[in-house]
């Protein structure tokens, strides 16, 4: 079955960085676009970026646009979430997802999503 392992999360100043790891297994993973969502406490789970199966068009919420950058490398079934100039409003469990054959963008529900994972949690103090 498919498994979507994240790590890299933890505790972290205001301004500092981060890169989130999510290591896919039970699929082929390039055909999947895969996508990064997080849920802050008390509040629902939304969309931060995602990347298409070849990587060639990669899409980002307007809060994370130009701090966060989503990469893949089908070669080693990963996917990459480098996330810079950190800002408490950024403290959440963050999901790494996957969907076969249609695109993750802003609009997708995480009713669409084929596999989630277990989430790793990034926490930015001020």
């Known amino acids: 079955q498919v498994q979507l392992v994240e790590s890299g999360g933890g505790l972290v100043q205001a301004g500092g960085s981060l890169r989130l790891s999510c290591a896919a297994s039970?699929?082929?993973?390039?055909?999947?676009?895969m996508g990064w969502f997080r849920q802050a406490p008390g509040k629902e789970r939304e969309f931060v970026a995602a990347?298409?199966?070849?990587?060639?068009?990669?899409y980002y919420a307007d809060s994370v646009k130009g701090r966060f950058t989503i990469s893949r490398d089908n070669a080693k079934n990963m996917v990459y979430l480098q996330m810079n100039s950190l800002k408490p409003e950024d403290t959440a469990v963050y999901y790494c997802?996957?969907?076969?054959?249609?695109?993750?963008?802003?609009?997708?529900?995480?009713?669409?999503?084929?596999?989630w994972g277990q989430g790793t949690l990034v926490t930015v103090s001020s």
């Open positions: 997802a996957a969907r076969r054959f249609d695109p993750i963008t802003v609009a997708t529900t995480t009713r669409a999503l084929d596999a």
């Open positions: 039970g699929l082929t993973f390039s055909s999947y676009a």
């Open positions: 990347i298409s199966w070849s990587g060639s068009s990669t």
